[in-house]
């Protein structure tokens, strides 16, 4: 761990944090900062609360993210996720979170986020954002999510 020093999660016992807001989102430097690709974390067991009924809701989430300088280190990002299990909102106002706080930690050249929640009332809620148009050159694979049957 000394190559890096500032990770304070990584390689050590971490109790999942109370809520989103709580939750430390680190960053390790780009090994390749000048070359364009897409780094691709996918989370197909996503939970977090109905704010109405305090009823779990599922999703499966998709991030890909063209990096500059900073990558998200994985295990902050799993904690990060799993703060939203007594976390309430609405399946829109998370995924939006999420994309957002990625977007202010990272710096990313380009990010987006895919949420493909399960039924709620009997209707599933995909929700989409992105920062903008990806990177010309950029190879954008398939989110590989079904559309909703489902769900796998």
């Known amino acids: ?28 430097p ?13 989370a197909p ?3 977090t609360l109905c704010p109405v009924t305090g009823q779990p809701d599922f999703a499966h989430l998709v991030i890909d993210y063209a990096p500059r300088a900073k990558l998200v280190e994985s295990k902050s990002l799993k904690l990060y996720l799993g703060s939203f299990r007594n976390h309430a909102d609405f399946h829109e106002a998370c995924t939006l979170a999420i994309g957002m706080r990625l977007e202010k930690v990272l710096a990313p050249r380009w990010l987006r986020i895919g949420g493909y929640w399960y039924p709620r009332g009997g209707m599933p809620i995909d929700v989409f ?24």
């Open 129 to 152: 954002w992105q920062t903008g148009q990806p990177p010309k050159g950029l190879w954008l694979p398939d989110p590989g999510v079904q559309p909703y049957r489902g769900r796998g």
């Open 45 to 47: 067991e996503f939970t």
């Open 30 to 42: 780009n090994p390749q900062p000048r070359a364009l690709y897409l780094v691709r974390f996918t």
């Open 1 to 28: 761990m000394t190559k890096y020093p500032k990770l304070s999660q990584l390689g050590r016992p971490a109790i999942l944090p109370d809520s989103p807001e709580k939750a430390v989102l680190e960053t390790v």
